[in-house]
């Protein structure tokens, strides 16, 4: 795939923001009193902020990988 280097280097610091930033926010979500009920349960909160970090990191290691292949 041909894309311009400058393309290929934009793919490639948001894959890797992606990567960074979405662990520490899921060790802020863990730790935040309102994912636990008072039986130690799972919340809504906790399960819906679990699927959006989960798409967003994944989707974030899509878009590193293809910034690596288009920069060779």
């Known amino acids: 795939m041909d894309l311009p280097i400058a393309w ?3 793919l490639l610091v948001a894959g890797l923001w992606n990567v960074v930033i979405w662990p520490q926010f899921w060790r802020r979500i863990v730790a935040d009193e309102r994912s636990r009920t008072a039986a130690g349960g799972t919340t809504t909160f906790y399960r819906v902020h679990a699927v959006i970090i ?3 990191f994944v989707l974030g ?3 590193l ?3 690596i292949l288009t920069l060779f």
Do not use: K, N
């Open 54 to 56: 989960g798409l967003s």
């Open 65 to 67: 990988v293809l910034g």
């Open 8 to 10: 290929s280097l934009l």
């Open 61 to 63: 290691i899509a878009v």
